[in-house]
């Protein structure tokens, strides 16, 4: 797979940064904890809050925010780890397409005896292999860092790994959104503008449907619902958090490699 081995040597060290990163961010995450756990003026501020904030923060109404998994959930798979995961995965997947095309670097890799389908599937595999790597670190860190500072309490390192696969399916699902719109037109900027407004849009609908009535049809098809409910720290990836996210990334990638193999090139 020569086209999947060159995005991955040509994305190799800012992805180690990347890595980096986010290690440093779950070791200040578990560092913070001690100061949190058991805070009982914290846990009256947050005791009752509405139910789409409760949504939007992953939280049950049996977790309090200073427990392990109310605190994770909340200040790391819920925002943090999306957003992060998220900015790559929508970045590298505009780029896969649009962004060589925008600098005219595809047509040269289209001169040799490559396929347009094989460029858009090995591209996305790219992307894939990437954020998986993201991901192991991400979740690895936390694995054995929670243990350190009182944050694996009720928690499994399976469950932990679950709810960080799980966020980072919300993370593929979106980069499927970009790809599909940047194979599809080969502008970058509307493939990254349309998938994190929509990213933005699905999390605040994810709060104001657990209350607005009209909203909840909407809310049951946005990944971000498939995430923030599944409670996968504790019930491990449901069918709900890998299928349907991977579902909709076939098909947005199936659709976009099929318009990228018939569009003409600017």
Do not use: C
Not at 68 to 85: K, T
Not at 217 to 230: N, Q
């Amino acid at each position: 797979m020569p086209v999947l081995s060159m995005v991955l040597r040509r994305r190799l060290m800012s992805t180690v940064w990347w890595g980096l990163g986010l290690v440093g961010f779950v070791l200040l995450l578990a560092v913070a904890y001690p100061a949190v756990r058991g805070n009982a003026a914290l846990d009256k501020t947050f005791a009752g809050l509405p139910p789409g904030v409760e949504s939007a923060l992953g939280l049950s109404s049996q977790e309090t925010i200073t427990s392990p998994a109310g605190y994770l959930n909340s200040q790391y798979f819920a925002n943090i780890l999306p957003i992060l995961l998220l900015v790559f995965s929508l970045g590298l997947a505009a780029w896969s397409i649009a962004g060589d095309e925008a600098a005219g670097t595809l047509e040269l890799l289209l001169s040799r005896p490559v396929s347009r389908v094989r460029v858009g599937l090995e591209r996305f595999g790219a992307l894939f292999v990437l954020l998986a790597a993201l991901t192991g670190v991400a979740g690895l860190a936390l694995v054995v860092l929670a243990p350190l500072f009182s944050l694996s309490q009720g928690l499994s390192g399976g469950g932990i790994m679950a709810a960080t696969v799980a966020t980072a399916l919300l993370a593929l699902t979106f980069g499927a959104v970009a790809f599909f719109i940047g194979a599809g037109t080969g502008n970058r900027g509307l493939a990254v503008a349309v998938s994190s407004t929509l990213a933005v849009a699905g999390f605040v609908i994810e709060g104001l449907g657990a209350q607005v009535q009209a909203l909840h049809g909407i809310r049951e098809a946005s990944p971000w619902h498939w995430l923030l409910s599944s409670d996968a720290l504790h019930a491990g990836l449901t069918w709900q958090a890998w299928a349907l996210p991977l579902a909709t990334t076939v098909v947005l990638v199936g659709l976009g490699v099929a318009v990228f193999a018939h569009r003409d090139l600017r």
